[in-house]
């Protein structure tokens, strides 16, 4: 009978004359040695056969990766990927008792995207969908969560799940996942999208039509900053109209291409040609498509330009500094485009002390502020105030820290923007908040939880 086996430190037994006299020793105890790569291999073995858990991931601390081939090491990625599944289904659970928390104050439910947006620096949104997630998968689709916390399927894959089903009642959203999740293990985020669509028609054919009305009524072009002075401009329309579009700028965007041969010019590629015939189909629809082309063209009749704020410091406007600028709703902008916008477009320059960063003071005695203390405190703030938001302060509202119907006053020291819904959360939500005379702000939250939200800079990371 073979005795138990330790791992041997050495990795060549037949010629390290060390190695050989351990190996007599231990087969005098009646232990077998084994070189580090079975034991290596043994524990793979084992990372295969454990749930996801405490345990696995004790083992995968224990994986010397370096002793591994590549095979192996692709092994390992993929049982830190099921960890991860395992790690967000915890937090759904966690999640869900935040919500129950939150209920219990007597609060809707709904509110605990707050706590949450300021806890893990998220925007409202993305705090919203976090807390909706979490309650369908502890609640009615408790199958996706269990397969989720296995590490069957990814945390991208349950949040698909719950996305696609929210519409639909409980024996809908029950046929859709049981549809899906017999499935889903083997399939991409994106077979499992369509899998999800073609569900969702079969479990409930006759509302089809409904929700493509329902959807194309929520049409949107939406905006997100890029780094480098870029944004992304996302259009969401019906996939006719997405293809005729598609089709036309790709139309033009040749003809472009053809022309820059003819001039002997280099291209700078279809999709850039594409989103060069879009700018100009939108903003020059009465220009010169070769015109276009080059970036040019003419102003459409009747049209006015729409206003650009920049807040700058003044060196830098003065070509005597190259701070970073800021161009509200973006961020961070080059000097030299900051200063070629004084140029190209009405813009509002707002100057700052480029020493302290602060702009001047304007108002005081009444609950709206006069529009130059109005577009002072924007320009200050930039965005909401609320931990973790990040919405333009154009599209916010202007809150009193300290309430106006309480004694507070229409000042700058006590004005900040805050986005509807967490001026909403503030007023009626049992949030509480206070605001330094540096511009700090604390947030109290319904739980007892404190935010604290530092004031911006400019530039913001000087």
Known sequence: MVGPSVTCMHTDLLDDPLAKVEEEMWAQRGFTLEPPEAATRRLLDRLAETEPGPRLAGLLEQVDQSMLDGDARVDVIRHCERMAAWVSAVQQRALSTVVEATVDLGLESDMARHEVGAALRLSAGTAYDRVRRAQALTGRLRDTLAALEKGAISSLQAAAIVDAVEPFDDAVAAEVQKRVLARAPALTLAETRRALRRAVIAADPDGAEARAEKAAAERAVLRSPLDDGMAELRAISTASDADLVWAELTRRAKEAEERLTRDGRPSPGMDALRLDALVAAVLRPDGDRADAANGVG?????????????????????????????????????????????????????????????????????????????????????????????????????????????????????????????????????????????????????????????????????
């Open 298 to 462: 003419k102003e459409p009749r009747g049209s006015s330009r729409v206003q650009v704020r920049v807040t700058v410091d003044l060196p830098t406007l003065l070509g005597l500094a190259e701070n970073p600028a800021e161009l509200a709703g973006y961020g961070p902008l080059p000097a030299a485009l900051a200063r070629r916008l004084a140029k190209d477009a009405e813009w509002v320059r707002l100057v700052t002390d480029p020493m302290t960063g602060e702009l001047l003071d304007l108002g005081r005695h009444r609950y709206r502020p006069a529009l130059p203390l109005d577009r002072f405190v924007r320009a200050r703030d930039q965005v909401c105030r609320w931990p973790g938001c990040y919405q333009p302060a154009e599209r916010c509202d202007l809150d009193h820290a300290h309430d106006f119907d309480r004694g507070g006053e229409t000042t700058r020291a006590n004005l900040g923007p805050l986005c509807r819904q967490h001026h909403n959360a503030k007023t009626h939500g049992m949030w509480r908040y206070r605001r330094d005379p540096d511009g700090t702000g604390h947030f109290t939250s319904p739980l007892g939880k404190q935010y604290v939200v530092r004031p911006p800079r400019y530039p913001p990371d000087g």
